[in-house]
């Protein structure tokens, strides 16, 4: 088995209804991110689910030095960041992309399939 | 002592029909495409030294394979010594059940499917499947697509790493990913055989026999592993009855000679008996209601209305028109549209074909078949500045050197 993240590409600021442009749009992906959820955990492959807050809200860190620094962040300037995330354990690269369609589906935003874990 | 010249063709042959069975194999059986690929390479090498000595075994496949074995085992004997866990490291993945449609029991065709994996770049398909299952050198492959060996090198290596830290699975899709699966190794071989039939680049040789060969080889592969499959069928169809004709398609002086102006006793007639029996074949299935035919069916249909009349003026413009139109219905693409147009123009005259044509100018104006139609369509209706203009615009786009030298030409036959 392996563990891939389904990251969520998302806007790089958000509003009133979080990173969707209305109310009916952001209770639609929560009530159909909340069944693909549910499902990963009945079939097993759940690990992880989390959305981030929006971009600027980000702080970038640098300790390598005698003081650490801090900057306002984000640490890359993009017009779209990872919004959220969920971690699934499964056996095979398809069936994380498979996963990821139904997500993509669910949460109506593209994403960006990563095996977890470097050598 | 064998004869050098017997030893030789003899390896060829072999290494054509037997390298994909021996990469796939090894592939199978030790979970890691890099030593697959290394090993059975090492095992033709160390044939090329020993045959000529010994002679040729009786049977030369199982002679590679278990050489090949060998040296695998060997490789990872001392690896595992040296370290243990970075052998393990280098595992593919593979715990799926026995393969799940039954009759394809061949790891070929797991290999083709790894290859053509579509998480995976179009180019980097292309040059894994030519190197592993095709068996064509890095050096050949970075000649065929004017790239340079080290880049081509490099390309090969980054996709085998993707395979590996992703984890792409090697096996056979399940049935419900099949068709579009095979969709995927098919585009993956029209793509190389398209490349040898209209080969790109001023330098280069305006037909490339040796990629359209190698695309027919590999699709006569797949056909024999999917037997069944309708698109397949399809594809290796189109591939031979465009093939049958391409010793008439450039002229002596390079020039690219159109279908209604070719020597059609120069066709391969045993090519385009194949073809055109590949599509009765299809059309007899889709006739009892079983199948409804993909665009690579339908092209082979049309390739089939052209090659199986001895003289152009003889061709049924009406059937052409009439598969563009159910062509169009799967694919609206303005490119369909535009091959549909230079039918209608053969049906209903070039007025009637300009028209059609000129919808897609927005759509097709970089396209240089679209100026080399427009350029036609206005000669023949005596518009000879519009035309110039025309074949002006398809010259400046268009890529390929016997094309270009056509275009010439009749650019400078214009009157007026």
Not at chain 1, 25 to 54: H, I, K, M, P
Not at chain 2, 130 to 157: D, K, S, W
Not at chain 2, 163 to 176: F, G, L, N, S
Not at chain 2, 338 to 363: H, K, M, Q, S, T
């Amino acid at each position: 088995m392996a563990q891939y993240a389904l990251m969520v590409w998302g806007p790089s600021e958000y509003g009133e209804f979080g990173s969707y442009p209305s109310a009916e749009e952001n209770a639609a992906q929560l009530e159909a991110t909340g069944a693909f959820t549910a499902r990963l955990r009945d079939e097993g492959s759940f690990v992880f689910v989390n959305g981030l807050a929006e971009a600027s809200a980000s702080t970038v860190v640098d300790g390598r030095g005698p003081a650490p620094i801090f900057t306002d962040g984000p640490y890359v300037e993009s017009k779209e960041y990872i919004a959220g995330l969920w971690i699934v354990e499964v056996p095979d690269l398809d069936e994380a992309l498979r996963l990821a369609a139904e997500a993509s589906s669910a949460c109506r935003r593209k994403i960006e399939v990563r095996p977890m874990g470097g050598e | 002592m064998t004869d050098a010249a017997t030893v030789e063709s003899a390896l060829i042959r072999i290494h054509h029909e037997e390298w994909a069975r021996v990469v796939a194999s090894l592939a199978r059986r030790f979970g890691d495409l890099d030593l697959a690929e290394e090993m059975a390479a090492e095992a033709f090498a160390t044939a090329v030294e020993r045959w000529p000595r010994d002679g040729i075994p009786p049977n030369p496949g199982a002679w590679i394979t278990t050489t090949a074995n060998h040296k695998a085992i060997d490789r990872l004997r001392r690896e595992a010594q040296r370290d243990s866990k970075h052998r393990e490291a280098l595992m593919l993945h593979d715990d799926s059940p026995p393969d799940p449609i039954g009759a394809v029991e061949d790891d070929r065709l797991r290999l083709l499917f790894t290859c053509c994996h579509p998480a995976l770049a179009m180019e980097a398909r292309v040059a894994l499947t030519l190197r592993m299952v095709g068996g064509l050198t890095v050096p050949e492959i970075a000649h065929a697509f004017l790239v340079q060996e080290a880049a081509m090198g490099q390309r090969i290596t980054r996709a085998k790493g993707k395979i590996k830290a992703a984890r792409i699975p090697y096996r056979v899709p399940a049935a419900a990913d099949l068709p579009n699966r095979v969709a995927g190794v098919l585009a993956v071989l029209y793509l190389v055989f398209n490349e040898g039939y209209l080969a790109s680049g001023e330098e280069s040789d305006p037909i490339r026999r040796d990629l359209t060969s190698e695309a027919i080889r590999l699709t006569r592969l797949v056909k024999t592993l999917l037997p069944e499959d309708g698109e397949v069928a399809g594809l290796l169809a189109l591939m031979l009855l465009s093939e049958a004709r391409s010793a008439a398609r450039i002229s002596a002086s390079g020039e690219l000679v159109r279908l209604d102006e070719q020597d059609r006793g120069a066709w391969d007639r045993a090519l385009i008996a194949e073809g055109i029996a590949l599509v009765r074949e299809r059309l007899a299935v889709v006739a009892r209601g079983d199948a409804v035919p993909g665009r690579y069916q339908i092209l082979a249909a049309i390739s089939a209305v052209h090659t199986s009349v001895p003289d152009a003026r003889d061709t049924d413009w009406s059937q052409v028109v009439a598969l563009y139109d159910q062509l169009a219905a799967i694919d609206p693409s303005p490119i369909v549209a535009l091959n549909r147009a230079i039918a209608v123009a053969e049906l209903d005259g070039p007025e009637v074909g300009l028209r059609a044509v000129d919808r897609l100018g927005e759509a097709l104006d970089g396209y240089h078949a679209f100026h080399a139609t427009r350029a036609d369509l206005l000669r023949r209706l005596g518009r000879s500045a519009d035309a110039r203009a025309a074949y002006d615009r398809a010259i400046e786009l268009a890529g390929n050197s016997a094309e270009v030298a056509y275009l010439t030409r009749r650019r400078g036959q214009l009157v007026g």
